[in-house]
């Protein structure tokens, strides 16, 4: 019997996590990186997001199958009550509903420690390819975000041009706020 399990992430996780990554980086242009990081370089920007935000992994029967953290939007004081998403998983792990239970975690998470606007930055092709599909601006729609903007032309990989488009989810009530 499966066990399927959302859990903090812990620098302990980082190798497999990385593992998961560098597929992307290799292999897609979901990713717009063209070097994998080094563990030690992926490890520090875990730790840099841990120490304000949520970074989340999901195990199916003790092996992580993907991870999802939220990170600064701009990183500018009041921009503080939005924050941008990055999920990816096991190419492998796919439709099984792995996505959207760590996205569903990580909204529920992110509202309780008070944001309000999530953000998605994704890669965008004109016409799909072996490097890109449109599967990650559908799976973000299914789950309530709504695409807000597009930059052109502006991701160059695997020797063609990609567009990236931004989405957005409101998950609070706009009001007067004290510093988060």
């Known amino acids: 019997m499966d066990t399927v399990t959302v859990r903090d992430a812990v620098l ?17 242009a979901i990713s ?24 989340l992994v999901i ?3 003790g092996v992580i199958q993907g991870y999802a953290y939220a990170g600064a ?3 500018r004081a009041a921009y503080d009550y939005s924050c941008e998403l990055t999920i990816y998983l096991d190419h492998s792990a796919k439709k099984r509903g ?17 944001f309000l ?7 965008y092709p004109d016409a799909e390819d072996e490097y890109l599909d449109k599967n990650s601006a559908q799976f973000h729609t299914h789950l309530g975000f709504e695409t807000v903007g ?3 032309n502006c991701g160059y990989k ?6 990236m488009i931004w989405a957005e989810k409101i998950i609070g009530e706009h009001k007067m706020r004290l510093p988060l």
């Open 59 to 61: 195990e199916q029967d």
């Open 150 to 152: 597009t930059f052109h």
């Open 117 to 123: 606007n999530l953000y998605a930055c994704i890669g």
């Open 73 to 75: 939007f701009v990183g």
């Open 32 to 55: 717009f990186e063209y070097e994998v990081p080094t563990l030690p370089a992926f490890e520090n920007r875990m730790k840099q997001t841990m120490k304000k935000y949520p970074y």
């Open 158 to 163: 695997f020797g063609r041009w990609y567009h």
């Open 12 to 28: 302990a996780d980082a190798a497999r996590i990385l593992e998961i990554y560098a597929y992307y980086v290799e292999h897609t």
């Open 98 to 114: 792995f996505g959207r239970k760590l996205y569903e975690a990580l909204e529920e998470r992110l509202r309780k420690l008070g």
